[in-house]
């Protein structure tokens, strides 16, 4: 394989405005670089033009493959299928809308050349709505104490892996992925490139509120059981003070005989442990539904079509 190969993976959920515009702004910074390069677009069953621009593209300029999903199953599937069909040497990704400035492609190329396995492009929050960077800051303090990898603010999946870092990655064939903790599972060399924060100039954002809940709850529950391990605790917890609270009230009871009926006492103590157990609950029924998907052993994504030559392994696709 060619050394001075690079293949770049841009997932793609309608970005027809974008996809044009991020291949020319690459295509720039390479001619500078002495790399050959491909671009690998996921189209992740776009529902604008974008699998037509990308096709348009395409058969313009040869070095843009395609694959494009059956439907849409998401970016982490889109990355995982990019990682499974580039061939490149090094492997850049980078999200379609510019978030991920090309022009940072010779610092990441220099970070290669300097024998890193991973060089991670982070972001600092600039422009981002207050709300968010209070909201993302409070998240990586609390997840970085119950996850045993780390999860650092500001770093996505913006980076470039080397070809052992690619394996790796691919042998982590989960079928729920969580890019940002297994690229930082994996570990190996890596150097952090930091770079300003871009708002998104076309198009939208395609995460919800609602998306980046169960996103931020994903990277808490794909990496070990310590929330099993809250519950445990908790619940041994409560159930001392319980112990203790009974043994003071049955001395009180002793002494003074029955006074009050204790209607407050009885309602926390129903609310409070109601609330626990369902708590505990959803926890142990999250890790059960994790369970049940992994056991299904169903393809992280299934292929439309593509451009890429023997592109289509269902069966070793996840
Ligand atoms: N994306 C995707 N599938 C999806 C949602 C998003 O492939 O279901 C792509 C999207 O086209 C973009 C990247 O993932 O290239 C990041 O998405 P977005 O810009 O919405 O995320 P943000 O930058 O706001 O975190
Ligand atoms: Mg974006």
Partial sequence: MDMNFISIIIPAYNEEENVQLVYEKIKKEFLSLSYDFEVLFINDASTDGTLQQIKQLSTKTPNVKYISFSRNFGKEAAIFAGLQHVSGRAVIIMDADLQHPPCLIPDLMKGYEEGYDQVIARRNRKGDHVFRRLCSATYYKVVNKVVDVELKDGVGDFRLLSERAVQAALALNEGQRFSKGLFSWIGMEQKIIDYDNVIRENGE????????????????????????????????FILMLSVVYSIITFIQIMENGVDVPGYFTIITAILLLGGIQLLSLGVIGEYIGRIYYETKKRPTYLIQETNIMNGVPHEKNR
């Fill in 205 to 236: 954002t395609k995460w919800s509120f609602s998306k980046l809940l169960n996103y931020g709850l994903d990277g808490i529950l794909s990496f070990n059981n310590s929330p099993l391990r809250a519950c445990f605790h908790t619940g041994a």
